[in-house]
């Protein structure tokens, strides 16, 4: 049975984290800037998990459980920042919010 060579993971993880760079870039809405960076660190864990079958090394199965559930307490912790927002500005659009002017 062939298996997928390593490179076809390491570009797909390429491809992911660029559109998840290009989304926190170009995108003003904080739901979808969270998403984004949601998708850069899939990216990561794809390229750990490959790195580790490659490697026949558990390790970086195990790491990716960590980068888990760091991404985890980010949506948590941004799902609150953005309601809080929400009921303070009455939006989510980034660029129209600015806590910092008295």
Excluded: C
């Excluded at 997928?4 to 797909?12: A, K």
């Excluded at 090394?57 to 927002?85: H, K, N, R, Y």
């Amino acid at each position: 049975m062939e298996t997928i060579p390593l490179e076809y993971f390491l570009g797909l993880s390429a491809i992911l984290f660029i559109i998840g760079t290009i989304g926190v870039l170009t995108r003003r809405n904080a739901i979808i800037i969270f998403m984004s960076i949601e998708l850069m660190l899939n990216a990561v864990n794809l390229t750990l998990v490959a790195f580790s079958r490659y490697m026949n090394d558990p390790a970086g199965q195990i790491f990716v459980f960590f980068v888990m559930t760091v991404a985890a307490a980010e949506a948590a912790v941004g799902l609150a920042i953005v309601l809080s927002l929400f009921r303070n500005k009455q939006t989510v659009y980034v660029d129209e919010v600015n806590i910092m002017k008295w």
